[in-house]
T-cell receptor
Framework: RKEVEQDPGPFNVPEGATVAFNCTYS??????FFWYRQDCRKEPKLLMS???SGNEDGRFTAQLNRASQYISLLIRDSKLSDSATYLC????????????FGTGTQLKVEL | SAVISQKPSRDICQRGTSLTIQCQVD?????MFWYRQQPGQSLTLIAT?????????ESGFVIDKFPISRPNLTFSTLTVSNMSPEDSSIYLC????????????FGPGTRLTVL
């Protein structure tokens, strides 16, 4: 079983739609959680950290469920510019700064 | 956020040769990380480069294949040795994000194709 699992997609959604991505992680000692965005042929960039209480940044909402070892990302009012691959990233306790990446979920927002 | 540059941005190399990738950061950082992203895959950590000590390699990666230098707090190199087509990948360096030491900021990557 992979340490971090994501549905690879692609998710094809119309502009303005709401879309949700899910991610599960296998290491219960995982300590920190993030969503990164990776555009085609570009490096990953931090989108947002994920906290147990849930957090929101504009149209983006991230949730963490430690009991189920599950992370989600909700994008409201999708824009064409949201088209990218979204990477779920986990850091485990005692792992130093080692990050484990999911394979990513591809989102395509269409007119 | 840190400014990270990598050289070369891309290269096409022959089997059996070696390529050294450079990573330069505009601020001093204790740790630098080297990742590989193979086609259609996610990022995999190769090693952590610490200034003043040997790099720490992840399972499946060895120093003979991926020697790393870290001569100062702003610079590191990764060499891909005795290359084969399986080494074709994007290689990225990263550093901890200022104020968010539990996550990282990535360089633009080096796209390597081995023929």
């Amino acid at each position: 079983r992979k340490e971090v699992e994501q549905d690879p997609g692609p998710f094809n959604v119309p502009e303005g739609a709401t879309v949700a991505f899910n991610c599960t992680y296998s290491n219960s000692a995982s300590q920190s959680f993030f969503w990164y965005r990776q555009d085609c042929r570009k490096e990953p960039k931090l989108l947002m950290s994920v906290y147990s209480s849930g957090n929101e940044d504009g149209r983006f909402t991230a949730q963490l469920n430690r009991a189920s070892q599950y992370i989600s990302l909700l994008i409201r009012d999708s824009k064409l510019s949201d088209s990218a691959t979204y990477l779920c990233v986990v850091r485990s306790r005692g792992g130093g700064n080692k990050l484990t990446f999911g394979t990513g979920t591809q989102l395509k927002v269409e007119l | 956020s840190a400014v990270i540059s990598q050289k070369p941005s891309r290269d096409i190399c022959q089997r059996g040769t070696s390529l050294t990738i450079q990573c330069q950061v505009d601020s001093q950082v204790t740790m630098m990380f080297w990742y590989r992203q193979q086609p259609g895959q996610s990022l995999t950590l190769i090693a952590t480069a610490n200034q003043g000590s040997e790099a720490t390699y992840e399972s499946g990666f060895v120093i003979d294949k991926f020697p790393i230098s870290r001569p100062n707090l702003t610079f590191s190199t990764l060499t891909v040795s005795n290359m084969s087509p399986e080494d074709s990948s994007i290689y990225l360096c990263s550093v901890p994000l200022a104020g968010l030491t539990d996550t990282q900021y990535f360089g633009p990557g080096t796209r390597l194709t081995v023929l």
